[in-house]
């Protein structure tokens, strides 16, 4: 045991650790301070919190599940990203490969239930947030982009819910994205888009309409594919990265983790 | 058994179960508002309508089915009064529903939807949302006892005691961390993600499904047409939850679990959430079968089930069957009452502005009256087409298939 004590001691006071961690272990207060202070990553929060911000029974903890989620969405992405391409001639066989081929491969299956408890994390959430009330001023914008922060979820699990390119991904998709065609105005059967015409000429059809714009093309395809694998790995990652950072910056702006104003 | 199953069959049905949920709702809403202390009137109102329907239903028999749980559930629950906050109390409800869960696993047709690896996540949903529900209206049923005892709520009296965020709150997120990872390890190890068979574009399942988030709105395609179902509405939800803030001027409430200082908001989200929202996704994902018509939850999925059309149009009704004429040619005439329907639902806010609203009219200012009670009918168009579906099998209100706008 004292030699343990030992090793750590001299772990911590070594050259190498004090020029990452600046400070040792924190044990006195000053230390604690400039633990949270001198980090990138734990200076996201303020040096002291609310009792309340740090009880589960009132936090429940859902937003940091949501954002770990978001990491380990991230990571085991990543890694399928190096296995799977995609066109239609190799989504499929690459994913069949990742299920049989590799050895202990459990990326995908982190993936998919991640997605899915991702999406629950989310909803709970806003459901705790809603039931403290902590939308309230100051919170209104904060609460706004929480709500964009959730349908982004819904769209990434969405655009991902393709790419096995399977039977239960291409006709989910079928079924998500046939709305698009009612939408009023810009759909193809949307209401009021047969009264859009240039003399006798329809200008809302199939070709041209907003399931056209979603999926790239009249039916799911090739194109839908590269579309829907472009928006889930580069564009709503990219948004829902940025938006979370104003998510986080506004919560310690607008009064730090809710708690009785 | 085979009774139990057929009456829960029954049950699940959506005009059924969903007459269940709101009144159970209504009523558990009720207790919180009274400080769990049943008015003998209000109280003895829900108790003496399941009792009515006992007797519709003694001519009507799905309405008995209805009757008997309405009647058990509201004594049940009337009974439970405030005990229904209790841990014990919260505690083995939990318990007998997992049971009941664990129980119905042994079914086959059961276990064939319930353990499909997609719908997994979904049953956890309901568990999850059910103790959250439970945890919530706990701490401000809890609340709002002390401050009708003069005192503050729980969350105030250490507002002021501020913690080191190292050690306390990372260490917390720490542990929350490894459990996830491990929860998520055990979860990925033991159950393989769907893959089903290469796409065909030729051959569609029955029923095709959307991914089940989703579901809330292909269900919701049963009353009303994919323009609104599926457009308009979830536009309306998203705009819906991001005016929130702003519609709400209630300073009250800001920060802890209070129901008494916020009923309305609380009441109108948790409506929209649980009832509407939560409600629709489960039927779609465990109730609805090929051609999406409906199966009770210990049913055979038969692609042969017949399921008579007997929906008819406001117009048919009106036009056919009441005056006993053919219908107009010309859309406008033919769909005037249902025209005058809409219109009269949507000029609703000035009328009750003045009327029952005027309190709220004169709280909020006419801006945020006229979005927030705007959005309001919206989610309540939902509540108030079905139930017209189930009372007279009403398909649309308007028809208007010569430009598709069908409401």
């Known amino acids: 045991m004292a030699n343990l004590r030992k090793l750590q001691e001299e772990i911590v006071n070594s050259q190498i650790w004090k020029s990452i961690f600046r400070v040792g272990i924190p044990n006195t207060n000053r230390k604690r301070v400039l633990a949270v202070l001198g980090s990138l990553i734990l200076h996201l929060h303020p040096v002291k919190v609310r009792r309340s911000g740090v009880r589960m029974s009132y936090t429940w903890c859902m937003g940091g599940t949501s954002f770990f989620l978001f990491l380990v969405e991230t990571v085991t992405g990543l890694l399928l990203m190096f296995y799977y391409r995609p066109t239609i001639e190799y989504a499929y066989p690459d994913i069949m490969d990742l299920r049989e081929q590799a050895p202990f491969g459990i990326m995908r299956e982190m993936h998919r239930w991640g997605a899915h408890a991702m999406v629950i994390a989310v909803w709970l959430h806003m459901f705790r947030v809603f039931m403290t009330g902590s939308y309230k001023p100051p919170r209104e914008f904060n609460w706004n982009v929480g709500v964009v922060l959730l349908v982004l979820t819904l769209l990434l699990s969405f655009t991902g819910y393709l790419l096995p390119w399977d039977q239960l991904a291409i006709w989910a998709i079928t079924v998500g994205s046939n709305m698009a065609r009612a939408t009023p105005g810009a759909g193809n059967e949307g209401p009021m888009s047969g009264l859009i015409k240039l003399g006798d000429v329809r200008l809302i059809h199939a070709g041209d309409d907003a399931r056209f714009a979603l999926i790239g093309g009249r039916s799911i395809g090739p194109s839908t594919l590269l579309r829907f694998y472009v928006l889930h790995c580069m564009a709503i990652p990219l948004a829902a990265g940025f938006l979370m950072a104003i998510h986080f910056w506004r919560v310690r702006k607008d009064g730090g983790i809710s708690g009785p104003m | 058994m085979t009774f139990i199953k057929d009456f829960i069959n029954v049950l699940s049905a959506a005009s059924i179960s969903f007459v269940l949920l709101s009144s159970v709702f209504a009523f558990i809403v009720y207790f919180n508002l009274f400080d769990g202390k049943l008015k003998s009137k209000i109280g003895g109102g829900f108790i003496g309508f399941g009792a009515l329907l006992i007797v519709a239903g003694l001519f009507i028999k799905p309405l008995l089915y209805l009757g008997i749980t309405y009647f058990l559930i509201m004594f049940v629950l009337a009974h439970l009064g405030g005990r229904l906050w209790d841990h014990k109390t919260g505690l083995w409800m939990l ?110 399942p029955n029923p095709a499904k959307a991914p089940w988030y989703f579901l809330g709105l292909q269900e919701m395609l049963v009353y009303f047409d994919p323009w609104l179902a599926g457009v308009v509405l979830p536009t309306l939800i998203i705009v819906g939850l991001m005016a929130i803030p702003y519609i709400d001027t209630n300073p009250r409430g800001n920060g802890y679990y209070s129901f008494r200082e916020r009923k309305w908001e609380l009441g109108i989200f948790l409506y929209g959430f649980l009832v509407l929202w939560s409600f629709l996704i489960i039927t779609g994902t465990f109730l609805r079968g090929p051609n999406w018509n409906f199966f009770g939850p210990y049913e055979y999925w038969d692609p042969n089930k017949l399921v008579p059309l007997v929906n008819v149009d406001l117009s048919e009704i009106i036009w056919v069957k009441m005056l006993g004429m053919p219908l107009p040619k010309l859309w406008v005439i033919r769909e005037m009452f249902g025209i005058i329907f809409v219109l009269g639902y949507l000029g609703l806010p000035p009328l009750l502005a003045i009327g029952p609203f005027r309190r709220f009219y004169q709280k909020m200012g006419p801006p945020r009256y006229y979005v927030g009670t705007f959005l309001f009918l919206f989610m309540m168009s939902l509540p108030i087409k079905m139930v017209l579906r189930w009372l007279f099998n009403l398909k649309y209100i308007v028809h208007i298939q010569e430009i598709f706008f069908n409401v």
């Open chain 2, 95 to 204: 318990i007998l529903g997992g049971g009941f869960f664990a129980l119905s696993m042994l079914d086959g047709n059961f276990y064939l939807i319930a353990a499909k690896p997609d719908n997994v996540p979904i049953a956890a949903m309901i568990f999850l949302l059910g103790f959250f529900t439970w945890v919530a209206l706990r701490k401000a049923y809890l609340n709002d006892r002390q401050m009708l005892a003069g005192g503050i709520p729980w969350e105030k009296t250490e507002s002021d005691e501020k913690l080191f965020t190292w050690p306390d709150l990372v260490y917390t997120e720490m542990l929350c961390m490894i459990i996830l990872t491990i929860v998520m390890i055990i979860w990925s190890v033991a159950l393989r993600a769907p893959l089903e068979e290469a796409a065909n574009p030729t051959s569609s």
